[in-house]
């Protein structure tokens, strides 16, 4: 709920810190400023004029949420509650602390409830641009309180305010994570890396993922995070029905430029299962 990460919270516009008022229907600024909480629970933190872009529609989490439940990425999220867990042992921050954790487009919170379930006491942040996913991540577990707010605009947290902030396959701005970061704190990022979906790519007519893409991550993040680790790759087979391939693919951009008529033909053109790669990289970073 926010009332469990309102003091990490802040006024988008001005970074002051917000309170609950009305029995948390409306989160209040020092310097004034009201935005109202949604009747599903979720607050919209946004500067001036609001939102531009709007992230993953409806249909993209719905797909998300098929895909995940069937737990075909089951080793990309312990991957990331490990490195999670990692990230607070490296700044002794004991049991009782309440860590905090950011998730940064975290979609339906699939990975943000896995790691609070596995750190005792632990408090999500989840944030997301999309509404669809801020309803989901309300849903998603006690302990999260759900943002909608653009990664690009900047982060509505206080400075210096997060334990660790996690990124899985979802825009990455250094220099906000770095400004929220506490002094120890680090960022566990989880990016896909050549080869993953390998071999649904010539049969779907879907792109790759570009090469050098964790080099780019670390060169984009200079002067602002570098890395505690080095990146570990994480690969693995999943078998995979026509029905989740169908999901895999409406959870992504990747398919935009086909139609859906046409995409479904194509699936429906594989075989009844498939082996399929997923292949990424966790990279944990720290401020530089
Ligand atoms: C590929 S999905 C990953 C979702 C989740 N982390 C997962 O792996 O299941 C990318 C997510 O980032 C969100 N997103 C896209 N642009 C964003 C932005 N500028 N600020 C915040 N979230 C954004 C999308 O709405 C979407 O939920």
């Known amino acids: 709920m926010l009332s469990d990460i309102i003091d990490v919270l802040a006024d988008p516009a001005d970074g002051t810190a917000l309170s609950g008022v009305d029995d948390f229907t409306r ?22 004029a609001g939102l531009r872009h709007r992230g993953d529609s409806m249909e993209m989490v719905r ?23 990692d990230a607070l042992d490296d700044a002794a921050v004991p049991d009782t602390a309440r860590p905090v954790i950011a998730d940064i487009g975290a979609g339906t919170g699939y990975y943000l ?59 990455r701005n250094a220099a906000e ?14 990016t896909a890396d050549r080869g993953h979906l390998a071999e649904l790519r010539e049969p779907l007519g879907i792109l790759d ?37 169908a999901a895999q693919i ?12 046409e995409l479904d033909r194509r699936i429906q053109a594989l075989p009844e299962t498939m082996t399929v790669t997923a292949r990424a990289h966790l990279l944990r970073m720290g401020r530089a």
């Open 177 to 190: 994570f770095a400004r929220v970061l506490k002094e120890d704190g680090q960022v566990v990022f989880l």
């Open 113 to 171: 409830s896995h790691t609070l379930d596995d750190v005792e006491g632990s408090r999500g942040v989840g944030l997301d641009i999309s509404v669809h996913a801020a309803r989901q991540l309300t849903r998603c577990h006690k302990r999260v309180g759900s943002v909608v707010a653009d990664v690009w605009a900047g982060l509505p947290m206080r400075d210096r305010s997060i334990d660790v902030v996690t990124v899985v396959f979802a825009p």
């Open 27 to 48: 989160l209040v600024s020092e310097s004034g400023h009201s935005f109202d909480v949604a009747r599903q629970g979720f607050v919209t933190l946004a500067p001036g």
């Open 250 to 261: 409406g959870m992504s951009p990747s398919a935009r430029h086909i139609g859906p008529g």
């Open 209 to 245: 993922v570009e090469d050098g893409k964790i080099e780019r991550l670390v060169e984009q993040a200079r002067g602002h995070l570098t890395p505690v680790t080095e990146p570990e790759l994480i690969e693995f087979p999943m078998v995979l029905d026509r029905e989740s391939i």
């Open 63 to 85: 797909a998300r949420e098929t895909f995940l439940s069937r737990g075909h990425f089951a080793p990309f999220v312990e991957a990331v509650t490990s490195g999670v867990h």
